[in-house]
């Protein structure tokens, strides 16, 4: 599932901020990825309660699971999540997901 779900007014969506924060994401998700190293020692410099032995072994097993395109909607897996969540009683009808989510590019 998706850990970090961008969530915006539908009529602001395509809005240039909009599109400027997820190309920032996915450039700093893009930066994580080429340098996790320096990543977490930043994070750690910057949060140092958090920087434990746990939280590090969390960061470094985290960066791969991270989208490339975190503007990208990957339908199929959106459609999949609701089928399941559908078929195990947690919501009542299934939505179409142009209804929830659209794709930013």
């Known amino acids: ?3 970090l779900v961008i969530v915006a007014n539908r009529d ?3 809005a240039p901020k909009i ?3 997820l190309a ?3 450039k700093g998700v893009n ?3 080429a340098h996790p190293q320096e990543s977490w020692q930043a994070f750690a410099k910057a949060h140092p309660e958090l920087n434990t032995e746990l939280n ?3 960061w470094f097993k985290t960066v791969p699971l991270f ?3 975190p503007a990208a909607l990957d339908r199929s897996r959106y459609e999949a999540y609701g089928r399941f ?3 195990n009683k947690l919501i009542k009808t299934l939505p179409p997901v142009d209804d929830y989510a659209i794709e930013l590019k």
Do not use: I
Request: hydrophobic share 40%.
């Open 1 to 3: 599932y998706d850990e």
């Open 12 to 14: 602001e969506a395509t």
């Open 19 to 21: 599109k400027k924060f």
């Open 24 to 26: 920032a994401l996915e």
């Open 31 to 33: 930066y994580l990825r």
């Open 56 to 58: 590090k072994q969390a």
């Open 67 to 69: 989208a490339e395109h």
């Open 85 to 87: 969540l559908l078929d």
